[in-house]
């Protein structure tokens, strides 16, 4: 599927479900007050988002909610066109292996090798290691960790983690990639690189929702961006940035 | 490729929790098996006693006055070897009932008129049995005072006896199974939350919550082999030991002898396998209900 990430409906087909859905959905942590209320949004299949807000704004907090790491308070969460109340807690580990994540922290395990950490979602799967080898070795090449391959993470910069940890997200080619700051340690030449990697799995039918302060970086691709301030959605995304 | 080289396990090894962990499991299956081989020896002791009691009566010669007793006792016995259903039947004269009474009348010589009892060990065929009162029937008319003695009081005493030693042994066993299932138990649930990143990492890449428990299972079903297999060595080392020595281990189970057999042997080699489970099954439970309680 190839699609323009500055149309926010070009990627969504009248019969394909909206990767995302949020109808209502207000969320807070434990019996502390709602860090996200009243959000109204759509992803639709193969799009491209971009997600802002000031720190604090409720980003981290929606991006749980999306990969199912956090229930909603209230409000409906649609995920690939299931009511995510409905779904099965057994069912919900298929439900993540069809989104990639990718954190701000990284998450990469310390002691796992960049070639074994970018693998871990093909390993879980169940694939056998020759069946995916050579496709993380050419990953690794894409994102300039080629030479990092036996590495184990304490030793990587944090750009090289950054890195890794995109690879990781998307080496399974999930139908959604969720990514927190996904530049924000790269040199701007790096930077451009990942994104064109994104682009490109979007270009391939992945839903994409990128979280970043960086302004450049947000108008470099003109997406319709979803704008979050004190837990709202101000700026849902329906018109292009 | 280099890096298949370097393919390493999704749980890191723990040294610095694994080996104190190790070294406690070790003990409670060292002190399991000690008392598993204690039970097992207990158990065989007592059907050896208790076979030896059925087997046997003992027939008392209680001397007559102005007869002597060491033959009328030597005619019985004749008499008895005859009966249907006994084997033999042997006369033990006055010297040898003295010593039987040397605990409770001293080594002193007793004075000839003290009316010393004489014994008649009868051994009882095992495929002919002998008729109830046959002996006391026999010896009726005898002119001296006959008791017939069918250990009947003994053999129940030595059967409770027994079944007490092997139900505290496998008492033991189980607490001490239930203690070490406990102590992984909690080592698990250490070792989840030290291990916290690589479950979580797992969990988001879609591993369902039965990938993280199996490879928490296999690391403690490994230790809990190694340390099974330390425990249960050193636990046969000690048995056959006290086995060789005459076994110290009766003077506390009040049993004649450490028997360290087939059975201990079994015992030694079934501890480490059913250690490894036992830890398997433990950490299963305890990570499963973390996991629940984490990611409802």
Do not use: C
Not at chain 1, 196 to 225: C, F, Q
Request: glycine residues 10%; proline residues 6%; aromatic residues 6%.
């Amino acid at each position: 599927m190839t699609t323009d990430p500055r149309d926010p409906d070009a990627a969504s087909p009248q019969s394909a479900p909206a990767a995302v859905r949020f109808d209502g959905v207000g969320m807070r942590y434990g019996r502390g007050p709602e860090v996200l209320s009243d959000l109204s949004f759509e992803l639709p299949s193969g799009s491209f988002h971009f997600l802002t807000g000031p720190s604090g704004a409720g980003k981290t907090s929606l991006l749980k909610l999306i990969y199912l790491a956090q229930r909603p308070s209230r409000g409906l969460i649609s995920m690939f066109g299931r009511d995510s109340a409905l779904i099965p807690r057994e069912s919900l580990p298929d439900l993540r292996r069809r989104i990639g994540v990718v954190f701000q922290d990284f998450r990469l395990l310390q002691h796992l090798t960049v070639f074994d950490n970018v693998a871990l979602p093909l390993r879980v799967a169940g694939q056998a290691r020759a069946s995916y080898a050579d496709d993380v070795i050419d990953l690794l090449k894409w994102v300039g960790l080629g030479d990092r391959i036996d590495a184990l993470p304490p030793t990587l910069s944090g750009g090289e983690q950054q890195r890794a940890a995109i690879a990781r997200a998307v080496i399974s080619k999930p139908e959604l990639l969720i990514a927190d700051e996904p530049t924000g340690n790269v040199d701007p030449e790096m930077a451009n690189r990942l994104l064109r990697l994104l682009v490109e799995l979007n270009r391939l039918g992945t839903t994409v929702l990128i979280a970043s302060h960086d302004i450049g970086l947000v108008r470099s691709l003109g997406a319709p961006v979803l704008e979050l301030a004190d837990g709202k959605l101000i700026d849902d995304g329906r018109r292009a940035a | 490729m280099s890096q298949k080289s370097r393919s390493g396990d999704l749980l890191p090894p723990d040294r610095g929790r694994d080996r104190p962990l190790l070294a406690v499991a070790a003990i409670l299956v060292f002190l399991a098996s000690l008392a598993g081989i204690g039970a097992a020896g207990a158990w065989q002791a007592a059907e050896g006693w208790t076979a030896q009691l059925t087997d046997q009566i003992t027939v008392q010669i209680l001397p007559g006055t102005g007869r002597d007793a060491d033959a009328d006792a030597e005619a019985a016995a004749i008499e008895i070897a005859r009966l249907p259903g006994v084997a033999s039947a042997e006369a033990r004269g006055r010297a040898q009932s003295e010593r039987l009474l040397e605990p409770w009348l001293g080594t002193g010589v007793l004075p000839d008129d003290l009316p010393v009892p004489r014994l008649i060990a009868v051994r009882l065929d095992s495929e002919t049995p002998l008729a109830p009162g046959a002996v006391e029937a026999l010896l009726g008319d005898a002119p001296y005072e006959v008791v017939v003695d069918d250990h009947d009081r003994w053999e129940r005493a030595v059967t409770r006896a027994a079944a007490a030693v092997r139900y505290f042994g496998l008492g033991v066993v189980a607490l001490l199974t239930l203690a070490a299932a406990a102590v992984v138990a909690f080592a698990a649930r250490a070792s989840l939350a030290a291990r916290w990143d690589v479950a979580e990492a797992l969990h988001l890449v879609g591993a369902p919550d039965s990938y993280i428990t199996r490879l928490f299972q296999e690391r403690f079903f490994m230790l809990g082999m190694n340390a099974g297999l330390i425990g249960a060595v050193l636990a046969g080392v000690v048995g056959y030991g006290l086995s060789i020595l005459g076994g110290s281990a009766g003077a506390v189970f009040f049993l004649p002898r450490f028997e360290f057999g087939w059975l201990g042997l079994g015992i030694v080699a079934g501890a480490a396998l059913v250690s490894g489970l036992v830890s398997a099954i433990s950490a299963r439970l305890a990570v499963s209900n973390v996991l629940k309680a984490r990611w409802t």
